[in-house]
């Protein structure tokens, strides 16, 4: 059976932020100043969350700083405790 793989902080940030509060990548960066195309490297996987971004996700959606971090770093560490396994 397939496990299902690591889910990234752009997955959780575009199904658990923007989608519920009806908020488009657009919105978020024009009220947050992260250039929009940095915003869609996060959701798509190519980016990561920066110590400047979290800081400004966690304003804008009331969280903290450390909820963002910590989420690139689980998703950072998954992946690659997920490659390691493959070279076994």
């Known amino acids: 059976m397939n496990e299902p793989g690591p889910v990234s902080p752009g997955e959780i940030l575009l199904k658990e932020f923007l989608e519920p509060a009806n908020t488009t990548p657009g919105r978020l960066?024009?009220?947050t100043h992260i250039p929009e195309s940095?915003?869609?490297d996060i959701i798509s996987g190519k980016g990561r969350i920066s110590a400047d971004t979290a800081m400004r996700l966690s304003a804008f959606?009331?969280?903290t700083s450390q909820f963002w971090l910590?989420?690139?770093n689980r998703y950072d560490?998954?992946?690659h405790?997920?490659?390691r396994r493959r070279e076994l």
């Open 29 to 31: 960066a024009a009220e």
């Open 38 to 40: 940095e915003i869609q």
């Open 61 to 63: 959606f009331g969280t």
């Open 70 to 72: 910590n989420l690139q």
């Open 77 to 79: 560490l998954d992946i």
């Open 81 to 83: 405790e997920a490659e």
